[in-house]
């Protein structure tokens, strides 16, 4: 047993091994990323197990992610040799369901209750308010289940919920009238899980009594992370007031706490040191993951925020390689820029699961896959699903599919009742009875249905009769419309006319699908562009076997594409991180508050400091994104890194405007400038901003510029000389345009 402890413990540094051996006591670790946390926390494990001071079942341990806790229990079974399957090691979700299913009949659950995700849940929510005359409108279901979930997130049930004024009493109704039907259908919404969980405990001395005896190490990854519930379920499992408390280890960092939008809680990590009677936080600085120019870009980064509790980290690695920098023309550049570099590593003998691309938002994921699908570099997409699997894309695909192909059965069972049109289980039955009867498709009987005389007359007239008519009646509409239309115009048709587009658009979290859908035009569009056969049916099989092609290959060594959210804990060789630009990372939504942009600013943390030998920033001036393409600023977050740690692979011409060619001709850079055919970007890669500075001074390609009709915009192009000169902006609200600078009164910003 002395070779395994010296094993295990060799090699940490002084403040690693203090965490490790930690007495039986709470304690905080608070560290960097690539300071070894996660390691500290899974060779305590190790340690605990080893030298007999606790056996596997009385350790709980809390990660954030299924993968990490897997990863996890791999990490200590190759430190031991001994069963360590009596450990509780999962997410909070997890653990929970685990702790309610063993005691179903104590938390009042059936043995068989029903997980309900996000969407389901919502389901619920907008059956309920049917069912009770409630319109959507004065009561947004988004904005009910909102309300209920931060209830349930504060430990609130309906009867509980401060009610001062009635629109607040109605949505505590709807609250009420929810659990109702959650408690006589034995469903389980996600918040419900942790909420049910805690007052099993908190009620039942018995069972807390036995858990506590049990559990007398508890240890939480990413505790900066936890909101406030989730804080509150972990104190009272640990007896923090009791004489029998556990010991819990927390291991954080403040700097990526990520998941503030979601009820994550800093200041948990003051309530612990509290509440546990912490007497000293563990600080480890060496960083054992990144090189040094890597680690110095991160920590400059993130000093660019307030109010930090204030860490430094080191490295004993030299400064290795610059981080690089590409400054791409259009998205499409970028997306073959990086496929490029990642030739290179690969033919270098790097492995591709050695290479992450990260990005700020899942609808950036599409061009990325389609570049590495034509260049057959094999990737795997964690977190967000593929593009084509999404839940949004296989409907339109599905409508699609109805239009070139209505007797795919597949399809109709997909789309028939979605967006909902009333059309029942019971209704399906028949249509299906029907088609087997005259062993034709279900669409086949659909219109039989609908052009039959005599008997089938009486059952037009009933309400599900003409459901199935309205159906058909659209689908038929449909194929009219579309006839002769090319691919783009054809989707752009079909989420439009199908209501999917109407549908995604009324939900309040739709937001995100909504853009999926416009991002669909753009893939027809880049379709068609590079297809011999741009025919529907062509793009339908491309589809599917894009969506095919890697999916199943998840043993395969393949590059890891995932967000910036879903990279928390992990590392990799090199790092791509793409879009960097304002309004996409920062995000939109978040970059005009401090608070929002801190977090943002948290995130590229988090990001950077994934990458161990090799970290690539790129941004694209100009971008198709949720259906229309757009010019766009460097982000301020690559401004924010010194330029002593960068390498620049190629200028930003928007730096030095004027003096530099703006679109480089082949011969002044080893990239050819790559665009989309359609794309909005300059069709003269000669051309010189200098030339345009020189006919119209005062104007350049990316210049802020405000027209007296269409408002603020920015030059995008140009063409033509003097009085002849002509520009195309890009209008905030009103559009591409282009304009005579004889006549349009353009206004530099
Ligand atoms: P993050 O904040 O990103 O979650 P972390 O603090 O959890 O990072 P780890 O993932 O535990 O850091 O460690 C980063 C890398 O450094 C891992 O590859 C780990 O094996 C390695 N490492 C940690 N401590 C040591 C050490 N003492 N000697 C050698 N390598 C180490
Ligand atoms: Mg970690």
């Not at 494990?45 to 806790?69: D, E």
């Not at 005896?213 to 640990?238: C, G, M, P, S």
């Not at 007031?241 to 706490?257: E, H, T």
């Not at 259009?330 to 820029?337: G, M, P, R, V, Y």
Request: aromatic fraction near 8%; glycine fraction near 8%; hydrophobic fraction near 40%.
């Amino acid at each position: 047993a002395s070779i395994h402890m010296t094993s295990l413990l060799s090699g940490l540094n002084p403040e690693q091994l203090e965490a490790v051996t930690w007495p039986h006591h709470s304690a905080l670790v608070l560290a960097g990323a690539g300071s070894g946390k996660t390691r500290v926390l899974t060779t305590r494990i190790a340690h605990l197990l080893q030298t007999g001071q606790a056996h596997p079942q009385n350790i709980l341990a809390v990660t954030f992610t299924n993968k990490a806790a897997r990863e996890m229990i791999t990490r200590i079974a190759a430190m031991l040799p001994i069963n360590i399957r009596g450990m509780w090691i999962g997410t909070f979700h997890g653990l929970c369901n685990r702790m309610l299913r063993m005691h179903a009949e104590d938390a009042g659950l059936p043995q068989a209750f029903q997980i309900l995700d996000m969407a389901d849940q919502l389901a619920v929510i907008r059956r309920m308010l049917k069912e009770r005359s409630l319109d959507e409108k004065s009561f947004p279901p988004r904005q009910v289940q909102w309300f209920i979930n931060s209830a349930k997130e504060e430990g609130l049930r309906a009867s509980r919920v401060e009610t001062q004024d009635s629109y607040r009493r109605k949505l505590a109704e709807c609250y009420q009238i929810y659990e109702g039907i959650c408690t006589r259908e034995g469903i389980v919404d996600f918040a419900e899980l942790l909420l049910r969980s805690y007052e099993l405990l908190s009620r039942n001395e018995l069972l807390r009594d036995h858990y506590r005896a049990r559990f007398n190490h508890i240890l939480v990854d990413e505790f900066q992370d936890t909101n406030r519930l989730q804080y509150k379920w972990l104190k009272l499992l640990a007896g923090a007031d009791s004489p029998q408390r556990a010991a819990i280890f927390a291991v954080g960092d403040d700097d990526q706490s990520i998941y503030a939008f979601r009820g994550a809680h800093v200041g948990n990590m003051k309530d612990l040191e509290r509440d546990f009677a912490i007497s000293k936080v563990i600080k480890l600085e060496q960083n054992y993951r990144s090189h040094g120019n890597i680690l110095d870009a991160a920590n400059i980064l993130i000093s660019h925020n307030n109010g930090r509790l204030g860490k430094n980290l080191w490295t004993a690695e030299g400064h290795g390689e610059p981080v690089r920098v590409y400054h791409a023309i259009t998205d499409i550049e970028e997306a073959a820029f990086i496929v490029d570099e990642i030739k290179a590593l690969q033919a270098d003998g790097l492995a591709l699961s050695n290479i992450a691309l990260l990005y700020r938002s899942n609808a950036q994921s599409r061009i990325l896959e389609h570049s590495l699908f034509n260049a057959s570099i094999a990737y795997r997409v964690y977190g967000g699903m593929r593009f084509f699997d999404r839940q949004e894309i296989k409907y339109a695909l599905a409508y699609l599919r109805m239009i070139a192909f209505p007797d795919d059965d597949h399809a109709l069972l997909r789309i028939i009742n979605f967006p909902a049109r009333g059309i029942g289980a019971r209704t399906l039955e028949q249509l299906q009875e029907e088609a087997g009867a005259a062993g034709s498709s279900l669409w086949q009987a659909a219109l039989k249905r609908c052009d039959g005389a005599g008997d089938t007359a009486a059952r037009r007239a009933n309400a599900s009769g003409k459901s199935v008519a309205g159906f058909v009646h659209l689908i038929q509409t449909m194929q009219q419309a579309c006839a002769g239309l090319s691919l783009p115009e054809i989707v752009h048709h079909v989420g439009e006319m199908s209501g999917l587009m109407a549908h995604y658009q009324a939900e309040r979290e739709g937001a995100e699908r909504l853009e999926n859908l416009k991002e669909l035009i753009n893939a027809a569009t880049s379709f068609v562009h590079e297809s011999e056969d741009d025919s529907l049916l062509a793009f339908l099989s491309h589809a599917s076997l894009e969506g095919g092609e890697h999916q199943a290959g998840s043993y395969q060594d393949a590059v890891q594409l995932m967000t910036v959210h879903a990279a928390k804990g992990l590392e990799f060789h090199s790092v791509f991180i793409s879009g960097l630009e304002e309004g996409l990372f920062p995000h939109e939504n978040s970059r005009h508050e401090a608070n929002g942009l801190e977090e943002e600013r948290r995130l590229m943390y988090v990001a950077m400091t994934r990458a161990q030998r090799r970290l690539y920033l790129s941004h694209a001036q100009s971008r198709m994104l949720h259906g229309q393409t757009r010019v766009n600023v460097p982000s301020r977050f690559v401004e924010e890194i010194p330029g002593d740690l960068l390498k620049r692979l190629r200028p930003d011409s928007r730096a030095d405007i004027g003096s530099q060619p703006f679109f480089m001709s082949p011969a002044d850079d080893a990239r050819p400038v790559r665009r989309a055919a359609g794309s909005t970007a300059s069709n003269a890669s000669s051309r010189s901003v200098a030339a345009m500075a020189a006919h119209a001074p005062g104007l350049r390609i990316g210049q802020q510029v405000s027209h007296t009709k269409f408002g603020p915009g920015t030059i995008i192009d140009y063409e033509g000389s003097g009085a002849d000169m002509r520009v195309q902006v890009c209008f905030s609200h009103a559009g591409t345009k282009w304009l005579s600078l004889a006549y349009a009164k353009l206004t530099p910003l």
